[in-house]
C-alpha cells in the first residue's frame, strides 16, 4: 500500500493544509497540480513581457518552503506539474531549497518535452472544437502544448528522483505515475492503469474530495468549511483505494464528495480519456468504512487512444470591463437607463466589438435569460459592462466611457475610482489530437550545488 | 423554490450536481440521494428539459449520460461557457454556477412517495 496526498487543486490552493498533509500525513508521495487549461499560454505571453517571470508556479517558493522540511523528515517524495512553460527551471529553484536545507542527497528531476508549438502546424489534426484545419485558426499561436501521460515521470522516479516537477502531463497521471512505479504495473495493464487514473482523478482537484465546492446549506452541510484538510489516498496494489483526510481537520469525504468528483469535468463516464488509459468509472462502488473513510473499487479501464491531446493558445484580441453601482429607489430603472446610456456613447464613439455584454449584478448576471424576474425591486444593482474586441484600442473604450458616467451619468452612480485591470488580453483555447509517438518527454536531473 | 405540500418538488430535494468545463463545453452530474430519486430523474430530468431549461445559456446540444450503478445522470451541455473560459464575458466564466442552475426544475412526485426521502428543511 501507499499513501498518496494532495497538495494543491489548483494553482491559487491554500499551501497551509499541504503542509500538515506533509507533517501529520505519513505519506509516500505529495502531489501537486497548479495549471488549468490557459495556463501554459498566459505563462507564455507573460514570459515575453515579464523577463523577471520565471515560467513556473508563482507560489512554487510558498509551497516548497511549507512542505520540504517535513517531505525531507519523512521521505515522502513529490510529483508536482508546477513546471507549466519552465520545468528545468522550477527544479533549479527546488535544488535552492534543498541545498539550504542541507539535503544534498535528494535528487530532483524536471519533465519537460510537452511543449510543440514550433512544430504543432506540422503535426495537428482538426481542430476538435469545430472541425476546422489547424491553418484556419485566427490570430497568432502563441503556445501549443501536448498533455503527456506518466511516462516520464516513472522514467524519473526510476532513476531515483525524490521530486520531480513537470510542465504540461494529464493531471491523474501525477498520481498514477507514483503507483507504477511502487507496484510495477505493466504498460498494458489497462483494469490497473484504468483505477489508478481514476483515483488520480478524484485526487487532482484537491479539497474538491473532501467537501470543497460542495456546501450547500441546509441541504448538503460540511462541518468546519474553513479548515477543509487535503485528500489522502491508501493505494493498494490491485487499484483500490482507501480516501481520507487528516483528523481534526474540517470537511468531509462520504459517497456524495466522491460522487460530485467523480464526474467533475467528465463527458462520457464509461470513456474518459487520458493519455495513459481510458478510464470506465461506470462500474465503481463506493463503500464507507468509517467516519471520513471512502473504500472505492471497480474503476476500471480501456486501452489507450494512439493521439495525445494538443491544446493551443492563439492571441484573439482583446476584452474591456467596467463597473458601476446604483442603490436605493430606482436602483433597477437606473441600471437599465445606464445600459441605454451606454449603448448610444459606443454607437457615437463606434465601438468595434466582436461581442458586449451588460449584466446587472445582483438581478441576471450570472444565469442570464435564465433568471427569473424578481418579485421585488433589489435595492442595489450593479452594472457590469463587458465587450471582446480585436484590438486594445477598441477594448479601451469600454472603461472609457464608464468613466463618462461619473460626472455626465445617472444621478448617485457609485464609481470605483481607479479600476485597475479594465482591459485584459484573450489567449483563446483550441484543441486537436497528433500522434503521441510525435512526442515523447524528456527527464533532466538538476544536481546539488557542491 | 423549495418543496411544498403538493407532490411537485425540485431537483435540488431529491439530488446534488457539480459542474465542470472543458473549453466551450459544459458538464452538469447531477448526483440522486437515492435510488427511488434517481428513477423519477431518470424519468423527467430528460436532455430535452434540461436543454429548455437552460435555454440563451447553453447553446448547443445537451447530452444525457446514465449511469444506474452510482445513481448519476451526466449532462454534457456543448456551447455552454460562451465561448470558453478566456473568451467569454461572463461573470461566472468557468461555468461553475450552471451546477446550482439545474435545481430549480420542477419534478412530480408520483402517489406514495415516501416524503421522507426529500432533502433540505421540508415545508
Known amino acids: 500500500m501507499i499513501k498518496i496526498g494532495t497538495g494543491s487543486g489548483w494553482w491559487g490552493d491554500r499551501v497551509s493544509p499541504a503542509a500538515e498533509l506533509a507533517e ?20 507564455q505571453v507573460r514570459k515575453r513581457r515579464d523577463p523577471d517571470f520565471g515560467g513556473f508556479d508563482t507560489y512554487l517558493d510558498d509551497r516548497m518552503a511549507a512542505v520540504l522540511p517535513h517531505c525531507i523528515r519523512r521521505g515522502t517524495k513529490i510529483v508536482s506539474n508546477q513546471g507549466w512553460v519552465n520545468p528545468l527551471g522550477a527544479a533549479r529553484a527546488i535544488r535552492a531549497h534543498l541545498d539550504r536545507l542541507g539535503a544534498h542527497h535528494w535528487k530532483v528531476a524536471a519533465v519537460t518535452g510537452s511543449i510543440v508549438t514550433e512544430s504543432i502546424a506540422d503535426l495537428a489534426g482538426p481542430i476538435m472544437e469545430d472541425g476546422r484545419p489547424f491553418a484556419d485558426i485566427d490570430g497568432e499561436i502563441v503556445s501549443a502544448e501536448a498533455y503527456l501521460g506518466a511516462a516520464g515521470i516513472v522514467e524519473a522516479l526510476a532513476a531515483g528522483a525524490h521530486i520531480v516537477v513537470t510542465g504540461r502531463v ?176 459606443f454607437a457615437i464613439v463606434e465601438l468595434d466589438a466582436q461581442d458586449l455584454r451588460f449584466d446587472f449584478i445582483g438581478v441576471n448576471a450570472v444565469h442570464g435569460p435564465m433568471s427569473p424576474t424578481p418579485a421585488a425591486e433589489p435595492y442595489e444593482v450593479a452594472v457590469r459592462v463587458t465587450a471582446r474586441c480585436r484590438s486594445r484600442a477598441e477594448a479601451l473604450k469600454i472603461g472609457r466611457e464608464v468613466d463618462g458616467m461619473a460626472v455626465s451619468g445617472i444621478g448617485s452612480t457609485g464609481k470605483r475610482v481607479p479600476f485597475a485591470e479594465r482591459v485584459r488580453e484573450v489567449i483563446g483555447i483550441w484543441s486537436t489530437l497528433i500522434d503521441r509517438h510525435a512526442v515523447a518527454p524528456t527527464v533532466q536531473f538538476v544536481e546539488a550545488a557542491s | 423554490m423549495t418543496a411544498d405540500c403538493s407532490n411537485r418538488v425540485t431537483v435540488r430535494e431529491l439530488a446534488h450536481s457539480r459542474s465542470g468545463d472543458k473549453g466551450d463545453t459544459s458538464n452538469i452530474a447531477v448526483i440522486a440521494y437515492d435510488r427511488a430519486g434517481y428513477d423519477l430523474l431518470l424519468e423527467q430530468l430528460t436532455a430535452e428539459r434540461v436543454r429548455a431549461h ?21 449532462f454534457v451541455c456543448e456551447r455552454a461557457q460562451g465561448g470558453g473560459v478566456s473568451r467569454s464575458l461572463r461573470l461566472d466564466n468557468y461555468g461553475k454556477t450552471l451546477a446550482s442552475g439545474i435545481l430549480p426544475i420542477v419534478i412530480e412526485l408520483p402517489q406514495g412517495f415516501d416524503r421522507k426521502r426529500l432533502r433540505g428543511p421540508g415545508p
Open chain 1, 170 to 345: 494529464a493531471d491523474p497521471a501525477l498520481f498514477l505515475a507514483p503507483m507504477i512505479h511502487e507496484f510495477g504495473w505493466a504498460a498494458d495493464d489497462w483494469a490497473r492503469l484504468g483505477a489508478g487514473a481514476g483515483i488520480g482523478h478524484l485526487m487532482e482537484c484537491g479539497a474538491q474530495l473532501t467537501g470543497g465546492y460542495f456546501v450547500d446549506p441546509g441541504y448538503k452541510d460540511v462541518p468546519e468549511p474553513w479548515n477543509l484538510g487535503f485528500p489522502i489516498a491508501e493505494v493498494e496494489a490491485d487499484g483500490v483505494a482507501v480516501f481520507g483526510k487528516l483528523p481534526g481537520t474540517g470537511g468531509v469525504i462520504d459517497r456524495h464528495t466522491v460522487l460530485e468528483q467523480m464526474f467533475y469535468e467528465v463527458h462520457d463516464p464509461a470513456r474518459y480519456i487520458t493519455p495513459d488509459v481510458v478510464v470506465d468509472f461506470t462500474q465503481a462502488d463506493i463503500e464507507s468504512i468509517g467516519l471520513n473513510r471512502i473504500r472505492v473499487s471497480g474503476i476500471t479501464g480501456r486501452p489507450r487512444t494512439e493521439t495525445f491531446k494538443v491544446s493551443i493558445g492563439a492571441q484573439e484580441g482583446f476584452i474591456g470591463e467596467d463597473l458601476f453601482v446604483y442603490a436605493g429607489p430606482g436602483a433597477l430603472d437606473k441600471a437599465r437607463l445606464a445600459e441605454k446610456i451606454l449603448r448610444e456613447r
Open chain 2, 54 to 74: 437552460f435555454a440563451g445559456v447553453v447553446l448547443g446540444d445537451v447530452v444525457r449520460y446514465e449511469v444506474p450503478r452510482l445513481g448519476v445522470l451526466n
Open chain 1, 24 to 43: 501529520k500525513g505519513d505519506l509516500d508521495y505529495l502531489c501537486f497540480e497548479t495549471m488549468a487549461e490557459a495556463t501554459v499560454s498566459t505563462a
